[in-house]
């Protein structure tokens, strides 16, 4: 059975900084894209950053330059940290694996691809 547990969500101040952990079992970690959606109040859920096979990073846009993700293999993990952390990066972070075709993906296929998900973790962002 597939699971993936998230981690270190919480709240911090503005320019802050936090690490989201999502463990990842019954699947084959090196053959699955992993990474994160978020869902921010007033928004629609949007993907912001995924690890691909080989621990290539996709940062879709409006979180480049501030969130960067860790592929560790050895404990099928994957970490995003997040600095310079800002009010609007509130919401409900969800972990997500999708598997893996080859190839780039654009942001929609990916999404579309996906067939695993976290319960969310929370994520405040205060001024």
């Known amino acids: 059975q597939v699971h993936l547990v998230e981690s270190g969500g919480g709240s911090v101040q503005t320019g802050g900084s936090l690490r989201l952990s999502c463990a990842v079992s019954?699947?084959?970690?090196?053959?699955?894209?992993v990474g994160w959606f978020r869902h921010r109040p007033g928004n629609e859920r949007e993907g912001i950053a995924f690890s691909y096979p080989g621990d290539i990073p996709q940062y879709p846009g409006s979180v480049r330059g501030r969130f960067f993700l860790d592929r560790d293999t050895s404990m099928n993990t994957i970490h995003l940290r997040m600095y310079r952390l800002k009010p609007e990066d509130t919401g409900i972070y969800y972990c997500?694996?999708?598997?893996?075709?080859?190839?780039?993906?654009?942001?929609?296929?990916?999404?579309?691809?996906?067939?695993?998900w976290g319960n969310g973790t929370l994520v405040v962002v205060s001024n």
């Open positions: 997500a694996g999708a598997p893996y075709p080859g190839g780039p993906l654009s942001i929609q296929d990916l999404s579309a691809r996906i067939t695993m």
């Open positions: 019954g699947v084959d970690f090196e053959s699955t894209i």
